[in-house]
């Protein structure tokens, strides 16, 4: 069974502060995909990163970067030099090929202090 | 490029009547997903389709039921509403492994 563990619920932090969104997944499976997406309240899940289980490469995009560790079976999200902007639920989510869904965390809410 | 788009934005049913939820995909996208999600919960996997038919489904009950039509739009129908029913309801469009999602339909059931 495939299972993403988000255990921060909430976090806040002052403007200009760096956060960390912890991720932790459970599968079998050898090749599966993980993901961030943000959720804004609006509702819409944004979009943010894709990894494959063979890139376990680290990857920054702006004030974004993701650490993916497959010997801890975690996927965390660094959001450095955090904005008000930022804040937002932001959700963790894996997929495997073989089965035609996401699953998705809990989501972890970030509240971002001007 | 438009990207998924779905309709109403806000619904108030009462329960046990009945909910149809609609559904555009992205451009190039023809497989549509369809998520419940509750307040403070992760999005829950309802079923997906793909050329018209029902790939894949979640634990969710008959009630739940859908369809995809030949643009590969799609529709969500839920039956015998219950209030806890009452949720966000996510479409995604995806090609390959990526799926983008919609606005949402928040239902609110009373």
């Known amino acids: 069974a495939q299972k993403v563990t988000q255990a921060q619920t909430e976090i806040s932090v002052v403007e200009k502060e760096d956060v960390t969104l912890d991720c932790v997944y459970e599968t079998r499976d050898t090749t599966y995909y993980l993901f961030w997406y943000k959720q804004p309240p609006s509702g819409e899940l944004v979009f943010l990163i894709r990894r494959n289980s063979f890139d376990e490469q680290n990857e920054i995009s702006g004030r974004y970067s993701w650490n993916f560790q497959k010997s801890t079976s975690s996927f965390n999200f660094t959001i450095t030099a955090s904005q008000v902007v930022d804040s937002a639920v932001y959700f963790c989510a894996l997929s495997v090929p073989l089965e035609n869904q996401f699953y998705f965390g809990t989501g972890t809410s970030l509240t971002v202090i001007p | 490029d438009a990207g998924v788009t779905q309709s109403p934005t806000h619904l108030i049913k009462t329960r046990g009547q009945q909910v149809t939820l609609r559904c555009s995909p992205k451009?190039?996208?023809?497989?549509v997903s369809w998520y419940q999600q509750a307040l403070g919960q992760g999005p829950q996997f309802i079923f997906q389709?793909?050329?018209?038919?029902?790939?894949q489904r979640g634990n969710f009950p008959d009630r739940f039921s859908g369809h995809q039509f030949p643009n590969y739009s799609s529709e969500l129908n839920v039956n015998a509403l219950l209030l806890g029913d009452s949720a966000l309801y996510l479409c995604?469009?995806?090609?390959?492994?990526?799926?983008?999602f919609g606005p949402g339909t928040r239902l609110t059931v009373t």
């Open positions: 451009s190039g996208h023809d497989t």
């Open positions: 389709y793909y050329e018209e038919e029902e790939r």
């Open positions: 995604a469009s995806s090609l390959r492994f990526e799926q983008y």
